[in-house]
């Protein structure tokens, strides 16, 4: 069973920068994109940055445009979504999640096979 585990999480000020990790393990697939999502606290579950397994290629929703960088490193089996200038409305739970059929830009939801558990992510003085 695919899994991946999302770390980097944690309280930092508006402002500031995070930088998540999602280990992926046990892909027995090519061709996937993993993307990130958040839910914020009484809020739908929105869809914030994709990377593309096979080229490398990226979406970023508008809300992080310019904010939130994705990257990975095949050789770790890991994708990072470093957020920079981070703002209050950021906080919410991050998820990352895999697409099997490697689509870029489309982040609904019903796309995603697979997730991790999650990490909390408050930006508050």
């Known amino acids: 069973e695919v899994q991946l585990v999302e770390s980097g999480g944690g309280l930092v000020q508006p402002g500031g920068s995070l930088r998540l990790s999602c280990a992926v393990s046990?892909?027995?697939?090519?061709?996937?994109?993993i993307g990130w999502f958040r839910q914020a606290p009484g809020k739908e579950r929105e869809g914030l940055s994709s990377?593309?397994?096979?080229?490398?290629?990226?979406y970023y929703a508008d809300s992080v445009k310019g904010r939130f960088t994705i990257s990975s490193d095949n050789a770790k089996n890991t994708v990072f979504l470093q957020m920079n200038s981070l703002k209050p409305e950021d906080t919410a739970i991050y998820y990352c999640?895999?697409?099997?059929?490697?689509?870029?830009?489309?982040?609904?939801?019903?796309?995603?096979?697979?997730w991790g558990q999650g990490t909390q992510v408050t930006v508050s003085s």
């Open positions: 046990r892909v027995t697939f090519d061709g996937y994109a």
């Open positions: 990377i593309s397994s096979a080229d490398g290629r990226t």
């Open positions: 999640a895999i697409d099997t059929w490697g689509r870029i830009g489309d982040m609904r939801e019903v796309w995603y096979d697979y």
